[in-house]
């Protein structure tokens, strides 16, 4: 259990570049969820995954955010026409489902700032 | 709609005290509960978790955290705090009906004094 891991760990762009953002989560989890966290607040979800299946989208992530997670393995969150506003710590989690419980372990997050 | 209140922004507390930071929570089912640490820069790491049975709960590092129901609390505590304790401390409360997708609190940022 190597657990969840994040490329890259920083990111800084400018204003209206695109960025993409990498996830692997822990072997044989079958979920897989995105948060964004800002300075001084609890994280907030994004959107999350259960294999390849896209199952959930918060009202937070706007038609410039889009994710992925082809074969039900690793996952990239993408953000076009970056803003300022986007400057944020992005964390991914994973976990394994069974009957409904299940723990999310999260990855080191990767932190965005626009310039 | 599902949500988390840390009551304290933040805490101070002395090396060897005690300590319990406050979680307050609000779901319309069957809540599960977990606490969480991040130090700067970090990512989270689990200390504990609640979905059903014994509602004192023990986690790693020496924390525990109890549910009451009657209350919409999920409390954590640890008897003696020691300095690499200090980091922020996140509640956040999930559920089947939701994904288990979690609502995280605002956090708390315990300092520990010498």
């Known amino acids: 259990d190597t657990g969840v891991s994040q490329d890259p760990r920083h990111k800084i762009t400018k204003r209206g570049q695109n960025v993409t953002f990498r996830c692997d989560p822990i072997s044989e989890h079958n979920r897989l969820y995105w948060y964004r966290q800002t300075l001084g607040q609890g994280p907030e979800f994004l959107t999350y995954f259960q294999n390849e299946a896209q199952l959930e989208k918060s009202r937070l992530l706007s038609d410039r955010f889009s994710a992925e997670r082809p074969k039900g393995s690793f996952s990239t969150l993408e953000i076009q026409r970056t803003e300022q506003g986007d400057s944020a710590m992005y964390l991914c989690?994973?976990?394994?489902?069974?009957?409904?419980?299940?723990?999310?372990?999260f990855g080191p997050g990767t932190r965005l700032t626009v310039l | 709609a599902q949500s988390v209140t840390q009551p304290d922004i933040h805490i101070t507390v002395s090396e060897g005290a005690s300590l319990e930071l406050r979680c307050n929570y609000s779901y319309g089912a069957t809540p599960y509960l977990f606490w969480y640490v991040q130090s700067p820069g970090q990512g989270l790491q689990l200390l504990l978790k609640?979905?059903?049975?014994?509602?004192l709960v023990q986690g790693i590092k020496g924390f525990e955290a109890e549910f009451k129901r009657s209350q919409s609390s999920f409390n954590l505590r640890k008897p003696s705090v020691h300095w690499s304790d200090a980091a922020e401390y996140f509640c956040a409360v999930g559920g089947v009906n939701a994904g288990n997708m979690l609502t995280f609190g605002g956090g708390t940022r315990l300092m520990v004094k010498p």
């Open positions: 989690a994973s976990s394994l489902s069974r009957r409904g419980t299940d723990t999310q372990y």
């Open positions: 609640y979905f059903s049975g014994d509602t």
